[in-house]
C-alpha cells in the first residue's frame, strides 16, 4: 500500500484534487472516502464528476443512496454512493454494485469496513476538517454545520492505494500535487500555505520534490 497526505486550503482546491484524481481513474476503479460529516467528500466527488465529465450535478445521495452519472461523451460512468445508512454488508450486496463496477468508476462515501470486498485494488481516502489548524475534526450535525464558511478551511487528506492497480501510485500522486498547486496559484493567493496546519511539508516542496514527504 502506498499512501499520500496533503492539506487543501479550503473546496475549490478539493474540487480541484478531485479533478486530478479523475484523470488517474478508469472503468472499474473503487474509491471510498472517508470522513465526519461535512469534511468534504461530495466536494471531492463533484471534482471527480467534472474530470469525468459526467451528466448531472453530483450532489449527495443520502436519501437516494446511489446516483448514476452517465458521461457525456467517451468515458466510465459515474456511480456515486452514500453508504451512511447502511449498516451490513448484505445491504450493500441488495444495491448490487458489483454488478457495475467494471464500466464505472465507483466513489463510496461512509464506505469503510462495509466495500472493501468489492474490489481488491482500491483507493482509500480519509479527509479531516481541521478547525482553526488544530487538528481536531469537525464531527456531528448536517453537513457543513459548524463552520462559520463551508467553503473556507483547510482539508487534510490521506489517499491509501491498494491492489496491483495502483503499483505506480507514486506518479499519480506526483501529478496530484502538482494539480493542487496550480490551483492554488490560480485562486490568486500562490502563498496560500498547503501542509502547514499539521506540520507537513507544503504543496510546493511535495511537487518539487516528492521525497520530502514521510
Do not use: C
Not at 20 to 32: F, I, N, S
Not at 33 to 39: H, R, Y
Not at 50 to 69: D, E, K, M, N, Y
Not at 185 to 199: M, V
Amino acid at each position: 500500500m502506498t499512501d499520500l497526505t496533503i492539506d487543501l486550503p479550503d473546496a475549490d482546491a478539493t474540487r480541484a484534487f478531485g479533478l486530478a484524481l479523475a484523470r488517474e481513474l478508469r472503468a472499474g476503479d473503487l474509491v471510498m472516502l472517508t470522513g465526519d460529516l461535512g469534511a468534504g467528500k461530495t466536494t471531492l466527488t463533484q471534482g471527480i464528476g467534472t474530470g469525468l465529465g459526467v451528466r448531472g450535478q453530483v450532489a449527495s445521495p443520502t436519501f437516494i443512496i446511489a446516483r448514476v452519472h452517465p458521461p457525456l461523451a467517451d468515458g466510465p460512468y459515474l456511480v456515486h454512493v452514500d453508504a451512511y445508512r447502511l449498516g451490513s454488508l448484505d445491504e450493500v450486496e441488495a444495491l448490487d454494485l458489483d454488478a457495475s463496477l467494471d464500466e464505472s468508476v465507483t466513489v463510496v462515501e461512509w464506505g469503510q469496513d462495509l466495500v472493501e470486498s468489492l474490489a481488491e485494488d482500491r483507493l482509500e481516502i480519509t479527509i479531516e476538517r481541521p478547525r482553526g489548524g488544530l487538528g481536531v475534526s469537525v464531527a456531528g450535525g448536517e453537513p457543513d454545520d459548524g463552520l462559520d464558511a463551508p467553503e473556507a478551511g483547510v482539508r487534510h487528506v490521506t489517499v491509501r492505494a491498494v491492489g496491483d492497480r495502483w503499483a505506480d501510485f507514486e506518479r499519480a500522486a506526483a501529478a496530484l500535487r502538482a494539480a493542487v498547486v496550480e490551483a492554488v496559484e490560480a485562486s490568486g493567493d500562490p502563498d496560500t500555505p498547503l501542509g502547514t496546519s499539521t506540520g507537513r511539508p507544503d504543496a510546493q516542496a511535495l511537487a518539487a520534490d516528492p521525497s520530502a514527504e514521510k
